[in-house]
């Protein structure tokens, strides 16, 4: 069994949904949890600290532990508040899963800047208030896990959600140098981008007779987004810096990789045209790599043209492209 007895773990947005059921079962393995939710509305308006405290009622009934957090990921105060909140009741802290978010639906070209200045204080901002003070801790206390809950809506895209996905796609890249820095000092960071039945898929769909009916909906339980999350935030997971798909219980990788692309002799000067000649091979997917950070994709092409990234230096190898 993946035991969390004697960590600690943070979940914001756990009052309902999906966080509700991580903190539920991280607090099942053992793990004293703190849940955070403010106990707003699906679009941030509101608060009610019993969202909160009926998890933690409902843990402590099981004979768990776990404290109520109403503060708001979308100041750095409120982050900072979270994070003392977890080392001042328990004195340590080996998970952070950031889920806290808002939702709303409305097509770009009538998106406003407030809405999407909310979107992105909640969950990007959120996210970065949430994790540095948690970073810190981590890194004082010789390691810890981060599960960013991401979307797919940020990477594939979702129509009418443009401020909703480019703040889930900017979680990514936050989660990928989080990955890179903390790893020398045990720090491991991941995403993960849940389809499950909850508040958000009912606003996106809206037609409550589909809903009732429809088989993909009683297919995407949100429960069978849970043993992913979970597992990310084990001392299970020894891996850093990768992104997974959980969806009606199919559970997948998802990754940007670089493709092998075509590569101008190095004494042309590439024009327009030739791009439009060589786009076939631009494009193609066949053979790609994954990057670990830009310095990959910038010795990858080091590596193929035959220099050294940097004066003095030998020319490394780069791996193999795989096909796709």
């Known amino acids: 069994m993946i035991d969390f007895t004697g960590q600690v773990a943070v979940v914001t947005g756990a009052g309902r949904g999906l966080g509700r059921l991580?903190?539920?079962?991280?607090?099942?393995?053992?793990?004293?949890?703190?849940?955070n939710d403010i106990g707003g509305s699906m679009r941030g308006e509101g608060t009610d600290s019993r969202v909160a405290d009926d998890v933690v009622d409902q843990i402590k009934r099981a004979g768990g532990t776990a404290i109520a957090s109403y503060d708001s990921v979308d100041s750095p105060a409120g982050g900072q508040a979270i994070i003392d909140a977890a080392v001042e009741a328990f004195g340590r802290l080996d998970a952070v899963i950031s889920n806290a978010g808002i939702f709303g639906t409305v097509a770009f070209e009538d998106l406003s800047l407030d809405d999407w200045a909310r979107m992105l204080r909640v969950h990007l901002d959120g996210g970065f208030y949430l994790s540095q003070p948690a970073y810190r801790v981590m890194r004082n206390n010789g390691g810890g896990r981060f599960v960013f809950i991401s979307s797919s809506a940020g990477i594939f895209g979702q129509p009418m959600e443009a401020h909703y996905a480019a703040a889930k796609a900017g979680l990514v890249g936050l989660t990928n140098v989080i990955a890179i820095e903390g790893e020398a000092h045990g720090?491991?960071?991941?995403?993960?981008?849940?389809?499950?039945?909850?508040?958000?898929?009912?606003?996106?769909?809206?037609?409550?007779?589909?809903?009732?009916?429809?088989g993909f909906m009683q297919a995407i339980r949100p429960e069978l987004v849970v043993p992913l999350v979970t597992f990310l935030a084990s001392s299970a997971c020894t891996f850093t810096h990768r992104n997974y798909s959980a969806a009606a219980g199919r559970y997948a990788r998802v990754f940007v990789g670089l493709s092998e692309g075509w590569l101008a002799d190095a004494a042309s000067q590439p024009t327009a045209e030739d791009i439009q000649a060589h786009l076939e091979q631009i494009s193609s997917t066949e053979k790609f790599v994954v990057p670990a950070s830009i310095v990959d994709e910038v010795l990858e092409v080091c590596a193929r043209r035959g220099v050294s990234a940097m004066p003095g230096e030998a020319d490394v190898a780069f791996p193999e492209p795989r096909g796709s």
């Not at 539920?24 to 393995?29: I, N, P, Q, S």
């Not at 720090?187 to 898929?201: K, L, Q």
């Open 187 to 214: 720090i491991v960071a991941n995403s993960v981008m849940p389809t499950g039945f909850s508040r958000m898929v009912t606003e996106t769909v809206g037609d409550e007779k589909f809903l009732a009916e429809s």
């Open 22 to 35: 991580y903190a539920l079962d991280l607090a099942r393995r053992g793990a004293a949890v703190v849940v």
